[in-house]
């Protein structure tokens, strides 16, 4: 049940520091053990990370 909950929480955006006080995980190792993180899902973070990053380069430029 708790690999459930950190993980819907963690895939609906709350950071891992709001998860981890919630559940009583005082460290990040801990937070892990319970937050396994998907190769797909891992994929999916990479690539929008770039864009996201490609984005804020564009904005930068512009300003």
């Known amino acids: 049940m708790e690999y459930t909950y950190n993980t819907n929480w963690r895939l609906q955006g709350h950071d891992?520091?709001?998860?981890?006080?919630?559940?009583?995980?005082k460290t990040r190792s801990t937070f892990r053990g319970y937050n396994p993180v998907s190769p797909a899902e891992l994929k999916t973070l990479v690539s929008s990370d770039a864009k996201a990053t490609s984005c804020d380069i564009n904005i930068n430029i512009e300003q």
Do not use: L
């Open 16 to 25: 891992y520091i709001r998860i981890m006080a919630t559940r009583g995980h």
